[in-house]
Structures are given as C-alpha cells and as structure tokens.
C-alpha cells in the first residue's frame, strides 16, 4: 500500500480498517499522523493498543505533543489491567499480569475470560477511538492492523 492509500484508509468512515504491510512500511508513522489529526480537532483522548513495547515507544516519541490526549499500552498490559479490575469475578489473584506471566498463553486466557465475562467491554465501549497496531516480532504469526472508527 502506498502512503497515499493508508492515509486515506484510516481517515474513511468504515468501521474497520485492515492495513497489512510488512515492517518498515510506515503504519507506525502513519497511525502517529492519524492520532495527531484526531486529537487535533478534540475528538477527546486516544487508546493506542500495540504488540510491542517498542511500538508503544515509537507512539509516544511521535506523539508526544499531545501529552494528555493519548494513552499509549501494549495488548498485553491493557488485557491485565482490565482483568486486574475484574479478577475477583473473574476468580483470579489480584495480580493477574503475574498470573498470565507464569501460566502457557497466560494473556490469551486472560483476553478469553475477560471477553466471556461482559463487564469490561460494556464498561468502556464508545468510551474513545482506539488504535491499535501491528507490529509483531517476525517470530510471530502476521496479524493486520486494524481501527474501529470512533
């Protein structure tokens, strides 16, 4: 894809957006540019959900001036602090990024048993735009980046 063409992808109106391109193609600088946009015009803050803590780094650098506006996780840590807020319905340690640490798949577990549960994301659904992204370690099986219009 070229950069005209992801430019274009996140700033359509479809409520999902599928960008795949290999690393170093550019969808970190481009998804900066698009929070850099959105939160120009106070669409409120912005949840920028990663794979990595590289790319939650190369976010933060990028869009560092908007400070406040945009809060920047990996996958990982949000699943954990979300069932962290959950974990007695859940019946789980208070410390679930521990538990998920020691247990094989530990955050696909936690992700299963959050979603299963409900709460969660009736709790923060619509709450901001979020963004997540794909940068995958090349170990790893390829997923698309992909962003839920607000």
Known sequence: MSDASVRAALRSDERLVVIEAPAGCGKTHQGADYVLDIAGVGQGRVLILTHTHAACSVFAERTRRIGSRVEIRTIDGLIGQVAGAYHLGLGLPADTATWARRNKDGYAHLAAMVSAHGAPADDCRGARPSLPNDDYPTSRR?????????
């Open 142 to 150: 390829r997923r698309p980046y992909r962003r839920k219009s607000p």
